[in-house]
T-cell receptor, first 111, second 115 residues
Framework: QKEVEQDPGPLSVPEGAIVSLNCTYSNSAFQYFMWYRQYSRKGPELLMYTYSSGNKEDGRFTAQVDKSSKYISLFIRDSQPSDSATYLCAMSGNSGYALNFGKGTSLLVTP | ETGVTQTPRHLVMGMTNKKSLKCEQHLGHNAMYWYKQSAKKPLELMFVYSLEERVENNSVPSRFSPECPNSSHLFLHLHTLQPEDSALYLC??????????????FGEGSRLTVL
């Protein structure tokens, strides 16, 4: 079983829709959970990270972690065409430098 | 210049060539990373340098050789590569503790094609 599972999509939504992106994981030692956004031909950029379970909100973006279900989500409200990108989830435990990434979900927001 | 800069952006090389990828960060960070991004695969950590000392090497073949001459520069020397090494190579830097919280700042990557 892969450590981090993420549906690659593509996911296509109309402008203004609420987008839900998700990852599941198997390693209960993960404590930090991140979401990155990667535009075409660019490097990933960190959107937000959360520690342990709970919610975190930043503008139109909300990250949610449910450690009991080993499930994390990123919600995008009022989605915009500029949100079209690949979204990568990642997570880390208490040791080592490696982040465990999902394969990324490709999102297209159509005007 | 700001952020993390990688050169070249695109590189095509034969299997017997020797080439190098360069990364420079202007953020004052103390850790630098090489990641490999292949189609339909998660990002794979290759090397980590903290305060110019290599602290992690994730079973990367010896045909990839990193070099970190100072905290602002990172190189990846390439020699006798295989076609399956074709990928996007991403450099990143982080402030102290950033590796845990995912506060990595990535460059735009060097797209490598091995013929």
């Amino acid at each position: 079983q892969k450590e981090v599972e993420q549906d690659p999509g593509p996911l296509s939504v109309p402008e203004g829709a609420i987008v839900s992106l998700n990852c599941t994981y198997s390693n209960s030692a993960f404590q930090y959970f991140m979401w990155y956004r990667q535009y075409s031909r660019k490097g990933p950029e960190l959107l937000m990270y959360t520690y342990s379970s709970g919610n975190k909100e930043d503008g139109r973006f909300t990250a949610q972690v449910d450690k009991s279900s080993k499930y994390i989500s990123l919600f995008i409200r009022d989605s915009q065409p500029s949100d079209s990108a690949t979204y990568l989830c990642a997570m880390s435990g208490n040791s080592g430098y490696a982040l465990n990434f999902g394969k990324g979900t490709s999102l297209l927001v159509t005007p | 210049e700001t952020g993390v800069t990688q050169t070249p952006r695109h590189l095509v090389m034969g299997m017997t060539n020797k080439k190098s990828l360069k990364c420079e960060q202007h953020l004052g960070h103390n850790a630098m990373y090489w990641y490999k991004q292949s189609a339909k695969k998660p990002l794979e950590l290759m090397f980590v340098y903290s305060l110019e000392e290599r602290v992690e090497n994730n079973s990367v073949p010896s045909r990839f050789s990193p070099e970190c001459p100072n905290s602002s520069h990172l190189f990846l020397h390439l020699h006798t590569l295989q076609p399956e090494d074709s990928a996007l190579y991403l450099c990143a830097s982080s402030p102290p503790g950033g590796y845990a919280t995912g506060e990595l700042f990535f460059g735009e990557g060097s797209r490598l094609t091995v013929l």
